[in-house]
């Protein structure tokens, strides 16, 4: 079946606007990730939901990031206030739910946030 | 903190010729490992993963080492192809069923013909 899809592949955008990024995950799959990649680094954990509910957000770097996913499967990555340190590669994963011995993250393409 | 280090940004092999690419990590707790392969303008992709009550664990031209007392994990690719040029990441977990994942910051292969 289908892979991960993130829409927009690309995203310009200037300093202090909000943008949202989204995340259609494999179908079937609970989980889903956040992750961002840096220029130069790997990818950085920001979020984890199981079903509709953020099991997780410790990786989220401060308030101005937040995340949804409320019919538990399409995920949107919003980001107030943007600042040019937001800029990279959002990443968003899926899998089968963690402890089923599934648990293998399926990536999507990414999107590439530029602040100006 | 960087828990999960790839010292080596980049690699050049000649096809037929074996890639090794080294990872190191400073958790103790970590448990489960992995390598990721990424093309540009896609997302990672998983390749293999090794447990730590395990050494090695081999799929095909793919092999992983685990020397866990040196916290050092090694991919070896043989022989090495021209579809094998791209970014190759080391990830990181305490164990199997936990979802957070430390990368390395990847090592980018080149296959020469």
């Known amino acids: 079946g289908a892979g991960v899809s993130q829409t927009p592949s690309n995203k310009v955008t200037e300093k202090g606007k909000y943008v949202e990024l989204r995340c259609d995950p494999i179908?079937?799959?609970?989980?889903l990730y956040w992750y961002r990649q840096s220029l130069g680094q790997g990818p950085e954990f920001l979020i984890y939901?199981?079903?509709?509910?953020?099991?997780?957000d410790s990786g989220l770097p401060n308030d101005r990031f937040f995340a949804v996913r409320p019919e538990g499967s399409v995920s949107t990555l919003k980001i107030q206030r943007t600042e040019r340190g937001d800029s990279a590669v959002y990443l968003c994963?899926?899998?089968?739910?963690?402890?089923?011995?599934?648990?293998?993250?399926?990536f999507g393409p990414g999107t590439r946030l530029l602040v100006l | 903190d960087q828990q999960v280090k790839q010292n080596s940004p980049s690699l050049s092999v000649q096809e037929g010729r074996i890639s090794i690419l080294n990872c190191d990590y400073t958790?103790?707790?970590?448990?489960?490992f992995l390598w990721y392969k990424k093309y540009p303008a896609e997302g990672p992709t998983f390749l293999i993963s090794?447990?730590?009550?395990?050494d090695k664990n081999e799929d095909g031209r793919f092999t992983v080492f685990l020397n866990k007392s040196a916290k050092h994990l090694s991919l070896h690719i043989v022989p090495s192809q021209p579809g094998d040029s791209a970014v190759y990441f080391c990830?990181?977990?305490?164990?199997?069923?936990?979802?957070?994942?430390?990368f390395g910051a990847g090592t980018t292969v080149t296959v020469r013909a």
């Open positions: 939901f199981q079903g509709t509910g953020a099991a997780d």
């Open positions: 990830a990181a977990s305490p164990n199997p069923n936990d979802y957070k994942l430390s």
């Open positions: 090794i447990s730590s009550i395990k």
């Open positions: 958790n103790s707790m970590f448990d489960y």
């Open positions: 179908s079937g799959h609970t989980a």
């Open positions: 994963a899926s899998s089968l739910q963690p402890g089923t011995g599934q648990e293998t993250q399926y």
